[in-house]
Nanobody, 123 residues
């Protein structure tokens, strides 16, 4: 059972930046797809960025060029750097994980493990 704990959310002004972090109970250098998803009030959850064990990344069109997903295998953390934040980025951001065996590490896949979320508010 993989445990995920997010941190780093907060309130920022338009154009600001945040660094979201996800502490992972498993070795992040292992065979796991890692991802960041978000859900705004009244909207469906959407994929933001995912990272395959190979290092391949996927980004939604709305965040491409502004968000960066990365992992630190020494600390077993996955981070999401969010720059040039816009009002539409306001949401609860969730970290997710799934074994990469027979699984496509993209934004549309159904990840199995989820964190509790961290709130990002842009004003």
């Amino acid at each position: 059972h993989v445990q995920l704990v997010e941190s780093g959310g907060g309130s920022v002004q338009t154009g600001g930046s945040l660094r979201l972090s996800c502490a992972v109970s498993e070795d992040t250098s292992g065979p796991y797809c890692m991802g960041w998803f978000r859900q705004a009030p009244g909207k469906e959850r959407e994929g933001v960025a995912t990272l395959a064990p190979s290092g391949k990344t996927y980004y939604s069109d709305s965040v491409k060029g502004r968000f960066t997903i990365d992992r630190d295998n020494e600390k077993n953390t996955v981070t999401l750097r969010v720059d040039n934040l816009q009002l539409d980025d306001t949401a609860t951001y969730y970290c997710a994980a799934h074994l990469s065996v027979a699984f496509k590490c993209d934004l549309g896949s159904q990840y199995h493990y989820w964190g509790q979320g961290t709130q990002v508010t842009v004003s």
